[in-house]
């Protein structure tokens, strides 16, 4: 017979899910060295520093042991006693870890105490005994299937404990009991895979990752003994297109489609849309530091045609008399300047003022056209907001720089700032779309700005201070 009072090393996982590691001993068995390493999720683990006492504790029927451990080099050690092996049967063990006294932790394996009277080694070796059982189990399942009412749960857990009592005594033990259970529990195969697709109100987008589908995404696996489950280690592949986009999901060799409806992307990987962005500071004085503004790098050519579309919500209504300081500014060119005056919409016109009232708690629509005609004969022109047009005339056209949030002097000194919230941006000129200008994110550094989506350039605050926003 060979030497079975030698030291051994075990892993032991303590995973919930994990079946709990089999010990195998003889009964009186005394004095060999047992070493575990404990691992969670595949990973070893790391013994906290806090863990003082180690026991090792079970129990064998009626009967109970408690011994002490010790922690070596980040692994659990302890010795075999008498009181754990005055006993043949399973016992049900646990390492507990204690601080202060008080349990912390614990992990439990099963000590198997072998009779000391079996020769177990000249039974686990005749003739290939295991693998006979095995041969017998197979050949039983073949002739009673389960779905024909073949062995029940109950036997196949009775055939499989009994069966560790005497394979685990050696390492061959191990490989037949594996050969055991693999004849109980049949790997399934693989039949068929499906999608279910779910998109309801989301917007994807043509710049969108597929991983970004898998949120919307079921894909349920069916097998061999018709059982189903939902899986998701699978992969997609295709490509998103404006429009209708077919998908293929591939899992175990099968594979499956759906699709999904995608819309233009509107900016492009690195940028995040949001719903708005803000400048706070409202007026300024000749020797204020301008915070919040964009300048658009447009000179207003005065002999074209100008649109500007745009939703905005003012930040405060300012019942001011002067145009020169302290007043919201929507978007300003010199000749358009478009603010607030005693609750009204003003448009810098020959003092216009125009009807519209304005309102502080809603996004207001706004479009803005101007018919260039000179530096100084007279041009028609009209504002829209919410709907609601009305027309107006300038006297005086000015060639200047167009900026947001903020206006300028010809010489391109900003002598006004706005406090407001904008969403995205179009402006034409000539009745072509010469920038669209969506609020966004960038996201290497979370700065917001407008990024215009027909030059391709974000414009982030040409001021000292960043815009805040809206998601």
């Known amino acids: 017979m060979a030497n079975f009072l030698i030291d051994h090393e075990y892993t032991l996982d303590i ?16 004095g060999r060295i047992f070493t575990f390493t404990l691992k969670h999720n595949g990973e070893e683990m790391t013994i906290p520093s806090s863990y003082g006492a180690v ?40 390492i507990k870890f204690a601080n202060a006294d008080a349990p912390v932790s614990s992990c439990a394996f099963i000590l198997a105490v072998d009779r000391a009277g079996v020769e177990a080694e000249t039974v686990i070796g005749a003739d290939g005994f295991e693998q006979q059982i095995v041969n017998a189990v197979n050949d039983w399942l073949d002739e009673h299937p389960p779905a024909v009412g073949g062995m029940s ?23 037949y009991y594996d050969a055991l259970y693999a004849a109980l529990y049949p790997p399934k ?12 109100s989301a917007v994807i987008y043509d710049t969108d990752s597929l991983d970004t589908l898998k949120q919307y995404l079921t894909v349920t696996a069916t097998y061999d003994d018709t059982s189903t489950g939902v899986v998701t280690n699978y992969t997609l592949s295709g490509t998103l297109t404006e429009g209708i986009s077919t998908i293929t999901v591939s899992y175990g060799g099968k594979t499956t489609t759906f ?31 301008v915070k919040q503004y964009i300048d658009l790098n447009l000179t207003i050519d005065a002999t074209k045609k100008y649109k500007v579309e745009t939703e905005i919500k003012w930040a405060s209504v300012q019942p001011i ?18 603010g607030v005056k005693t609750g009204k919409y003003m448009l810098q016109a020959s003092s216009y003022l125009s009807n519209l009232p304005r309102s502080t708690d809603s996004f207001d629509n706004i479009v803005l056209i101007g018919d260039g005609n ?41 002598t006004a700032a706005c406090a407001c919230s904008m969403k995205r941006t179009k402006i034409y000129i000539d009745d072509s ?9 960038r996201n290497s550094d979370s700065i917001a700005g407008m990024y215009d989506v027909v030059g391709n350039v974000f414009h982030k605050s040409n001021g000292s201070v960043e815009f805040s926003y809206t998601a």
């Open 189 to 200: 195969t693989l039949v068929s895979i499906s999608a279910a697709f779910t998109q309801g």
């Open 321 to 338: 008399e002067s145009w020169s300081k302290s007043f919201p500014i929507m978007f300003a060119s010199g000749s358009w300047l478009i």
């Open 153 to 175: 749960e109950a036997f196949k857990q009775a055939l499989l404990d009994c069966f560790e009592n005497v394979a685990w005594i050696n390492d061959q033990g191990q490989t």
């Open 374 to 414: 000179g530096t100084s004969v007279s041009s028609d022109g009209s504002l829209t907001v919410n709907g609601t047009t009305e027309t107006f005339v300038r006297s005086v056209i000015y060639e200047r720089k167009a900026y947001l949030f903020a206006s300028a002097t010809s010489s391109g000194t900003i």
């Open 15 to 30: 995973t919930p899910s994990a079946r709990p590691q089999l010990v195998p001993v003889s009964e009186y068995d005394v």
């Open 433 to 441: 779309l010469y920038m669209d200008l969506v609020p966004c994110v």
């Open 259 to 289: 699709d999904v409806t995608v819309s233009a992307g509107l900016l492009p990987s690195g940028y995040t849309e949001v719903t708005c962005i803000t400048a706070e500071q409202h007026g300024i004085t000749g020797t204020d530091d």
């Open 55 to 94: 026991t090792v504790e079970g129990t064998i029927g009626s009967y109970a042991f408690s011994e002490s451990a010790s922690i070596e080099n980040g692994k659990i050690v302890f010795q075999l006693t008498e009181s754990m092996t005055a006993h043949a049967g399973k016992a049900w063990t646990k």
